[in-house]
């Protein structure tokens, strides 16, 4: 059977942007290097007042439908990711199908629709839906829309508040890919977790060191599995590794342990030996505290090392380049990750096309997945395609008192008005609410 996989990507920022350095840092009374060095992000988007999940999700799908040629005709399914839903019946997929219908001739009517929730990996969760129901034969040679979309707010004040962000990611799953395929071979590490959760409130509930443990634990299960398998991971295996990335410090502390596993009884580790030594191994150590010292000694050893910096810098660090710009998207961010590091290879003209990447989706509560994707012969086309600079670039810039406000305009438990900051054209806007307290949208020429 031919292959499985994106076929077209776009992405959507919010509006707005939030100098994490310049002008949250000192409101908060932080050093700006918090940012810019700790957590590794330099500003957040956020959504302008007519900005919500459904429009950024709409836009982004709208752009990718118009530029692949696509009519409502060839689209069979349209499953939204996201945690920042409004309503626990009806479906985001929905409203963003009412939008895609004002716009496109036709209608949607015999399309699946539905909505994903699990935390931040529900967006590569509906990619294996739609993945399975085209390779289950189901899909009347139709394609599936996957919109990943998220308002990603933390309640004023929680540690959290550092790392927000707002946008869509639109993908388009069909048979033979332009942009990349994807395994067969799947890990999970999944465990019943109470780190972050949202329950039946639109703030989440953090616990921000814990969910940090979590996810290198899970993510650890889950390469695991994925070996279990697919065989052992090595670093020339693949060409970038794009994680879930809710900032990019904390892939920072995934890679590190990553590459320590991936090296373990290789050429590598025999060769970083006589500058640092052998990796520890638990049954030399008498207690578990000493291993755990010893491993702690050699990972700082291990991060110091030229090998480790290269690879770092060649496999994780594009991947990390949007994410620095826009924060944590949520069900969004790894699919951001993919495309940023898509884009920085094709940025310096280099040929892609059979490499592999490495793809480590989290959600807390909590579950990793590991598969592996081949990049496809379309990818070049597609990735420059993408207009996120200059989406960024336009990003309206906020002042704090601006930031205080825009917070108050998404928290649900407010009702204030505040006049728009930047002006919406060619793109579907909030337009209020309906009698039975639905939300309504409109297209904006
Ligand atoms: N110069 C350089 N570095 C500095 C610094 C300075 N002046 N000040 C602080 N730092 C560093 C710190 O050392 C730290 O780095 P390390 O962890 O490598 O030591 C980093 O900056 C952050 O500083 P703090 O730990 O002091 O920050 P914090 O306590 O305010 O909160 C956080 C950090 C817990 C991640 C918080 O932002 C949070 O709760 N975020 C939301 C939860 C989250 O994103 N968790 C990630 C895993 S869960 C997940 O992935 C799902 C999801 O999307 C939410």
Redesign the pocket.
Known sequence: MADVGIDAIEIRTGKLALDLAETFAPEMG??P??YT???GIYSSSLPDVYEDIVTMGANAAHRLMERQGLNLNDVGRIDVATESAFDNSKPVSTYIAGCLEQVFDGNLHHANKGERKF??ISGTQSIDDAYNWIRAGRNRGRAALVIATDT?L?ARD???E??QGAGAVAMLIDTDPDVVSLSKEQGYGSADET??LKPNQQF?S?D??R??Q??LARMREAVEDYESVAGDVRPEDFRFAPF?T??P??V??AAMLGYRHMVRDTDIEDSLAPEIGRQPRREAFEDEDAFRDAVREYMDALKETDQYREWFGHAIEPTLDIAREVG?W?TG?VHVARASALKHAAERGEELTGEGLFIGS???GAQAEIHAETVQEGWHEEIEALDIDTQLDERYDLSFAEYEEIHDVHNHDKAVEVEELTAPTGEFVYDGRGRMNERKYRYVD
């Open positions: 932080e050093a290097e918090k060095k700790g957590l935390a931040c990603a933390y929680d540690p959290g550092a790392t780190d972050f989440p953090v921000g060191k969910s940090v979590v996810y879930h809710p900032f410090g904390m920072r502390k944590n949520y961010s989290y959600g807390s």
